[in-house]
């Protein structure tokens, strides 16, 4: 199997990496010459990359366009994936407001 050679949690290969993302080989291996997709190469040569890399490649390639009414990556999960990202950057910056008001001293009245 290409993409079980040893290196666990990544994917080797522009076959592996375009089955991940849910394009052809050609495609995957086009959107890391074209469009920044990050890979490595192993010491043989062969492009391996993370899919946490490249999930946030995604959301990041989405997120630009998003707002602006432009999809230039049509696949089921990329909405629920942004808005997920975005609720989360919320509850992040709800919960440091909550932390450095917690944290300042209190006032006594007497």
Request: aromatic residues 12%.
């Amino acid at each position: 199997m290409e993409g079980d050679q040893g290196l666990t949690g990544w994917l080797t290969g522009w076959k592996s990496i375009g089955k991940y993302i849910g394009k052809s080989a050609k495609t995957a291996r086009n959107y890391a010459k074209y469009n920044g997709m990050p890979f490595f190469r192993d010491p043989g040569g062969r492009p391996i990359a993370k899919p946490a890399m490249i999930d946030e490649y995604i959301l990041d390639l989405n997120k630009g366009c998003y707002h602006r009414g432009k999809k230039p990556w049509q696949d089921e999960g990329v909405d629920n994936a942004i808005c997920y990202a975005e609720e989360k950057e919320k509850a992040q910056a709800d919960f440091d407001k909550q932390l450095l008001e917690a944290q300042r001293p209190t006032r006594s009245r007497f």
